[in-house]
Nanobody
Framework: QVQLVESGGGLVQPGGSLRLSCSAS????????MGWFRQAPGKERKLVAHINSGGITNYADSVKGRFTISRDNAKGMVYLQMPSLKPEDTAVYYC?????????WGQGTQVTVSS
């Protein structure tokens, strides 16, 4: 089993920056992919970025070249650096992990980009 806890969300003005963190606990050495999804009000949950245990990354087109996902396998941590935030980035951001047995989600952290 794996448990995930996110932190780092908040209210920021357009053009501002946030860094999200996700801490994994439990059987962390069986985790393969980790990543971030987001869900805006009235919309479906969508992939933002994923990174596998070998460091291969994938990004949604809307954030590619702007956001950066990184991972510390030994510490069970994954991060999302979010510079140059836009109002359309406003959503609840969820940490996610896969280990071949289950799919695991954090509780979510709110990111609001507004002037």
């Amino acid at each position: 089993q794996v448990q995930l806890v996110e932190s780092g969300g908040g209210l920021v003005q357009p053009g501002g920056s946030l860094r999200l963190s996700c801490s994994a606990s439990g059987n962390i050495f069986k985790i393969d992919a980790m990543g971030w999804f987001r869900q805006a009000p009235g919309k479906e949950r969508k992939l933002v970025a994923h990174i596998n245990s070998g460091g291969i990354t994938n990004y949604a087109d809307s954030v590619k070249g702007r956001f950066t996902i990184s991972r510390d396998n030994a510490k069970g941590m994954v991060y999302l650096q979010m510079p140059s935030l836009k109002p359309e980035d406003t959503a609840v951001y969820y940490c996610h992990a896969l280990d071949g047995v289950g799919s695991y989600w954090g509780q979510g952290t709110q990111v609001t980009v507004s002037s």
